[in-house]
């Protein structure tokens, strides 16, 4: 056996790995975004960074149909965009083992909201499993792929900011159990969605759940650690790790195989209780579950649905007094806070400063650029998800027609989500101007390469998409390359682009300052 301090994100892949997976696709997201890389040395594992999430599903669908394991990796507004095929595989289900990986963000430390997509579990009928360290991370890893192929499911691993970003010491032996990939064969009561097949298949999800609820009855995933007072506490992922911190003599169920519930085991716990507290993180997802089922169980105040859990916080929930000790102290000196900016020399500078000169406003995206919204440049005037800006520059075409207004998208994103709204703008004969701002990466996220270079994350050469060819292709009013660098350059195609009278499209590219490896564009 080996040993290693490990994150939760790369204890993950080591689990895939380690459980045969043979095909990981995913979109990159802050915390999720370690897993692929992580997964580079394995050469037998054929990986991809996807054009977004919803295609992401989809590979891993295709693969899995033909007997693959597959992997996909996604934040938690990811599993937004693959909701579509995910409610449908549910009802399909799986040859080889499917696990969806969904990193959610609680706090928004990088995210647009703070979401908690255990519902999608109870959404999709699917099971669920929270680790709360990394070596769990890459054990339920390995036993998600088991529940998958066993009950042809796929599968809903839940990890979050704190597990995916924190190292603790894993345990492994590396060893593969590798599975022959039969290939694809024909099934289309399986794999045809029709609604008379659908039918039946919502039916074998029903007789699906009633099973896993008996799997969840007797996983080893689901722990009770004894207490010597009879109080109870019921908790899950991250947050089992503030219960330890806070607790001192009541019991607690740990649940790792956390959808659906246990029920037997839960009511028999909380029926040798005096009390019972749900630990959890963002919504009361455990503690509605557990009434439902009729535990009577300690309601926590809705000022415990925002943001990420301490021990402080855990403390407080558990109806105890802080210790003597932590009264006394004087909080420690810490240096002011300061928004997050634009790097020093980032191309997107210079294009927000001709913007906000030239007074547009400014529909926007997910990215580096969002923090144009903050001082000094505040010029961003929307953020939604990713290709949204791209939509709300239309409806303010739409509603009032002599408004002057521009949207900003990434590369990576317009690629991931900007494509379709550009011609929608095109057919709906929308009068507008799109600026993609083209840094060569994914960069927010960490750099990681997308359609729109010509390598892929392996570094292996591919094609890249020409946005210009694409403008070209779209019969676009005016398509234009641009260095943003260039401020003069930049005016005045913006200046081009408002005299025409239907989509521009403006391609303002300049390498991020952090690449190490930068293209000569």
């Known amino acids: 056996?080996?040993?290693?301090?490990?994150?939760?994100?790369?204890?993950?892949?080591?689990?895939?790995?380690?459980?045969?997976?043979?095909?990981?696709?995913?979109?990159?997201?802050?915390?999720?975004?370690?897993?692929?890389?992580?997964?580079?040395?394995?050469?037998?594992?054929?990986?991809?960074?996807?054009?977004?999430?919803?295609?992401?599903?989809?590979?891993?669908?295709?693969?899995?149909?033909?007997?693959?394991?597959?992997?996909?990796?996604?934040?938690?507004?990811?599993?937004?965009?693959?909701?579509?095929?995910?409610?449908?595989?549910?009802?399909?289900?799986?040859?080889?083992?499917?696990?969806?990986?969904?990193?959610?963000?609680?706090?928004?430390?990088?995210?647009?909201?703070?979401?908690?997509?255990?519902?999608?579990?109870?959404?999709?009928?699917?099971?669920?499993?929270?680790?709360?360290?990394?070596?769990?991370?890459?054990?339920?890893?390995?036993?998600?792929?088991?529940?998958?192929?066993?009950?042809?499911?796929?599968?809903?691993?839940?990890?979050?900011?704190?597990?995916?970003?924190t190292k603790t010491q894993v345990v492994f032996d590396?060893?593969?159990?590798?599975?022959?990939?039969?290939?694809?064969?024909?099934?289309?009561?399986?794999?045809?969605?029709?609604?008379?097949?659908?039918?039946?298949?919502?039916?074998?999800?029903?007789?699906?759940?009633i099973q896993l609820i008996e799997e969840s009855e007797s996983s080893r995933l689901n722990v009770i650690e004894k207490g010597e007072k009879p109080v109870g506490i019921i908790t899950s992922g991250v947050s089992y790790q503030y219960v330890k911190e806070a607790a001192d003599s009541e019991w607690i169920f740990k649940l790792g195989f956390s959808y659906p519930l246990p029920e037997k085991k839960l009511r028999d716990f909380a029926a040798k209780m005096e009390k019972v507290y749900v630990v959890e993180e963002l919504d009361p997802f455990l503690e509605e579950e557990l009434i439902y089922l009729g535990i009577d169980v300690v309601r926590r105040s809705a000022k415990f649905y925002l943001g990420e859990l301490s021990t402080e916080k855990t403390i407080e929930i558990l109806e105890k007094r802080f210790p003597k000790e932590q009264e006394t102290i004087l909080p420690l000196p810490h240096a002011p806070s300061r928004p997050p900016v634009l790097c020093k020399g980032c191309a997107h500078r210079s294009v927000f400063s001709v913007l906000k000169k030239m007074d547009y406003i400014v529909t926007g995206d997910i990215g580096c650029y969002t923090l144009a919204t903050l001082p000094p440049l505040s010029a961003l005037d929307t953020c939604v998800c990713m290709g949204a800006g791209v939509g709300h520059a239309q409806g303010f075409f739409k509603a009032k027609k002599d408004q002057r207004t521009v949207a900003v998208i990434g590369d990576s994103t317009f690629i991931h989500s900007g494509i379709a709204p550009l011609i929608n703008a095109v057919y709906n004969k929308n009068q507008l101007t799109v600026v993609?701002?083209?840094?060569?990466?994914t960069a927010m996220t960490g750099g990681q390469p997308h359609p729109g270079v010509d390598y892929t994350v392996r570094g292996e050469k591919t094609t890249a998409l020409d946005f210009e060819a694409l403008g070209r292709a779209l019969k676009l009013d005016t398509v234009r390359v641009v260095d943003s660098y260039n401020l003069e350059e930049v005016e005045e195609s913006l200046m081009e682009a408002e005299q025409a009278k239907g989509v521009s499209l403006i391609v303002a590219r300049r390498a991020c300052v952090l690449l190490k490896k930068r293209e000569k564009i």
């Not at 499993?129 to 809903?156: G, W």
């Not at 590798?178 to 074998?204: L, T």
């Not at 993609?436 to 990466?441: A, F, Q, S």
Request: charged letters at 25%; one cysteine or more.
């Open 174 to 209: 590396k060893k593969r159990d590798e599975k022959a990939v039969e290939g694809f064969k024909k099934d289309p009561s399986c794999f045809v969605m029709i609604p008379s097949y659908a039918r039946k298949k919502h039916a074998h999800v029903e007789e699906r759940h």
């Open 1 to 165: 056996m080996e040993k290693a301090l490990l994150s939760g994100n790369e204890a993950v892949a080591l689990g895939a790995y380690e459980a045969g997976v043979h095909v990981v696709t995913g979109y990159p997201g802050t915390p999720s975004s370690e897993i692929i890389p992580a997964l580079i040395p394995y050469k037998e594992v054929n990986i991809e960074w996807s054009v977004n999430e919803k295609v992401a599903l989809e590979v891993a669908m295709g693969a899995s149909f033909c007997g693959a394991r597959s992997l996909v990796t996604m934040k938690h507004v990811g599993v937004n965009v693959a909701a579509d095929p995910l409610m449908t595989l549910s009802y399909t289900g799986v040859k080889g083992g499917l696990v969806l990986v969904s990193a959610d963000d609680p706090d928004c430390n990088s995210s647009q909201n703070e979401q908690d997509n255990r519902h999608y579990a109870r959404f999709a009928k699917i099971p669920m499993l929270e680790p709360s360290d990394s070596q769990e991370a890459r054990d339920f890893t390995k036993e998600a792929f088991r529940i998958s192929e066993k009950y042809q499911t796929p599968v809903m691993l839940r990890i979050t900011t704190r597990i995916c970003h």
């Open 436 to 441: 993609i701002l083209d840094n060569r990466t």
